[in-house]
């Protein structure tokens, strides 16, 4: 049984009172939100010191489940306001394992060890994952103008008078948006002087979103600052008029727009680049005391990877990938990697056997996921901040090539990052970084994982002046999230042909089937290879049947268009073109 199903209306009612829920939202909704990180550490600090000690030592117990008397479910206020004991026997309750983990994840790091979870639980925590997930597709996917028609008359009205614009008092709330999101995108004049509100707290959450590969930040923990700093009511005290902040209080999320933040970097990297940005700001701003940013900085520091919002997959195990398509097991990737590399074995130690993981190799998504945790880490830590950038640039390498000679990744770092490198200089700073489950090094090669067990490394080779080479480090950062390929019209259609294909009813699950297959197609050597790729999962009942003619002639309108690691980064058509 889960929280769902035995938790009354009376309580989802009690929950929505105690964490200001609206009341429209669905008992569903309702728990996803009460679940949030920054939720459940508000519901542990407003419990007494007694209910607290009974929750640890509720924690502590080996159990896989907890059953609790009369007289702890007494003791336990909170908890059983909110609705989180229920009935097992007359004078015997359980307490709600979903609520227990989650107060084991969020307020004690996960300290102590899981209670067991049975289908029915497991089931709720895969509707707040898809929960997750459509929040934050739409944050992905809201605009300017869009962020701006879901405040306030009088807080569009606000904003015009701080920005001072002109015979606006008569102006309906629709022509108010409409000129505020105008005027932004005109030219630099208002995002400049939206930089100039800046204090070191929204310099602080720009960056940290800025930084990101989304536009989005969850690792700041915004309501715990309000609730910290007693001259802060209000998010929209801390953000100071500066409107291209979108705070989304129910989930703890912070985001720019995207057509916002593409118009910033647009303007940043006209401007010398994200540092001088940051150093004339905090040259303007000064180094005067200021609680609410050591307050950020404090609370920034949480547990949750920036895509898996709420950090659900910790709770259970849910549909491994690794029991799907290959059933690789780590026996078949050690032998591939002996068999490919006879020389290398001693590279496979127990370092790299920990992190050795097909699914992370071969799905773009946990791979990013990865990727994304590394990056946190790095950023949490004033000592290895440095780092951030570099990262960047070897995982969109690995993602772009698959594999580069460290001759052609020194280049790169001086051509777009204009940073001297030697190979050895590289091969430290890798170490150094500790990333050996995201990017390897072999033979002077830096390599995409995945490389060694498809193909001996030292047959590899790397011919310098063959490979495509992006115009700028931004169009090269674009490889860190998986963007394989550019969306002209041809592949547009070979991405719709596949979408249209895929047996999923779900948008997101078709997006990340989308996103698989394409991944997969850009290793294929050849377009034979391409075709039986596709053919496989035709087979295995995850594309529907296609005729051979038909797929044949959408893989070579499409694949062609990708850019293939066979092609050292250029797209078959790029090829093609050359030679005419």
């Known amino acids: 049984m889960n929280t769902l199903n035995h938790i009354t ?8 009172t105690f964490l200001d829920i609206p009341r429209k939202l669905s008992p569903l909704e309702t728990l996803h939100i009460a679940f949030q ?7 542990y600090n407003n419990m007494g010191k007694d209910e607290q000690t009974y929750i640890e030592n509720l924690l502590k117990d080996a159990s896989s489940t907890v059953n609790v008397n009369e007289d702890i479910k007494t003791t336990c206020k909170l908890t059983d306001q909110l609705g989180f004991f229920y009935k097992e026997s007359t004078d015997e309750y359980i307490i709600d394992p979903i609520y227990l983990n989650k107060v084991n994840e969020y307020v004690f790091t996960g300290l102590y060890e899981y209670k067991d979870l049975d289908n029915d639980n497991k089931q709720l925590l895969k509707e707040f994952k898809k929960l997750d997930e459509k929040v934050r597709y739409n944050i992905e996917h809201t605009n300017l103008k869009d962020y701006l028609t879901t405040l306030k008359a009088k807080d569009i009205q606000n904003i015009l008078k701080f920005y001072k614009f002109k015979n606006t008092s008569k102006l309906k709330k629709a022509d108010a948006v409409k000129l505020i999101n105008d005027t932004f995108f005109e030219n630099n004049e208002l995002l400049e002087r939206v930089f100039n509100q800046f204090t070191n707290s929204t310099l602080f959450i720009f960056q940290s979103i800025y930084e990101n590969d989304k536009n989005y930040t969850s690792n700041i923990d915004i309501a715990s600052t309000i609730n910290d700093v007693q001259e802060l009511t209000s998010p929209s005290q801390l953000f100071n008029y500066s409107f291209i902040f979108n705070y989304n209080a129910r989930y703890n999320i912070v985001s720019i727009p995207y ?3 593409d118009f910033i970097d647009k303007y940043i990297q006209s401007t010398g680049g994200l540092e001088s940005v940051i150093d004339d700001q905090i040259e303007r701003i000064g180094t005067q005391k200021d609680n609410i940013f050591e307050s950020l900085a404090e609370h920034s520091l949480i547990s949750e990877i920036e895509d898996d919002l709420t950090g659900w997959d910790s709770l259970g195990d849910f549909d491994s990938l690794a029991d799907s398509e290959d059933n690789f097991t780590e026996n078949d990737i050690i032998e591939a990697f002996e068999e490919n590399n006879p020389d290398n ?6 370092s790299t056997l920990e992190s050795v993981n097909i699914e992370n190799y071969m799905d773009p998504e946990i ?3 990865l990727v994304q945790e590394q990056l946190k880490h790095f950023k949490n830590d004033p000592k290895k901040q440095h780092y951030v950038t570099p990262l960047n640039i070897y995982i969109a ?9 460290l001759e052609r990744v020194s280049y790169l770092m001086k051509h777009l990052y204009n940073k001297e490198m030697t190979q050895n200089d590289i091969k430290d700073e890798i170490k150094d970084m500790d990333i050996n489950r995201l990017v390897t090094i072999q033979n002077d090669m830096l390599l995409h994982p995945v490389i060694p067990l498809l193909t001996n490394s030292s047959d590899i080779d790397d011919p310098f002046k063959e490979f495509y080479v992006p115009d700028n480090l931004d169009e090269l950062l ?3 999230n998986n963007e394989y390929y550019e969306r002209n019209t041809k592949l547009k259609q070979f991405i719709k042909f596949i979408r249209n294909n ?8 078709k997006e990340k089937a989308v996103q698989y297959i394409l991944f997969h197609l850009r290793i294929a050597p050849d377009e034979e290879h391409a075709v039986e790729m596709m053919n496989n999962l035709i087979k295995e009942d995850k594309i529907l049947p296609v005729p051979d003619k038909t797929l044949s002639k959408q893989i070579e309108k499409g694949w062609t268009h990708l850019r293939l690691w066979s092609t050292r980064g250029f797209t078959v058509q790029e090829i093609l073109n050359s030679t005419k």
Request: aromatic share 8%; charged share 30%.
């Open 9 to 16: 209306k009376v309580k989802i009612y009690e929950i929505q």
């Open 37 to 43: 990180p920054h939720n459940v550490n508000l519901i």
């Open 259 to 261: 057509d916002a933040l």
């Open 345 to 350: 074995k001693d590279e496979l130690d127990n």
């Open 367 to 369: 791979r990013q996921n």
């Open 397 to 405: 390498i690995t993602n772009l090539y698959g594999y580069a000679s």
């Open 478 to 480: 674009t490889y860190v």
């Open 502 to 509: 895929i047996k999923a009813n779900d948008d997101i699950e």
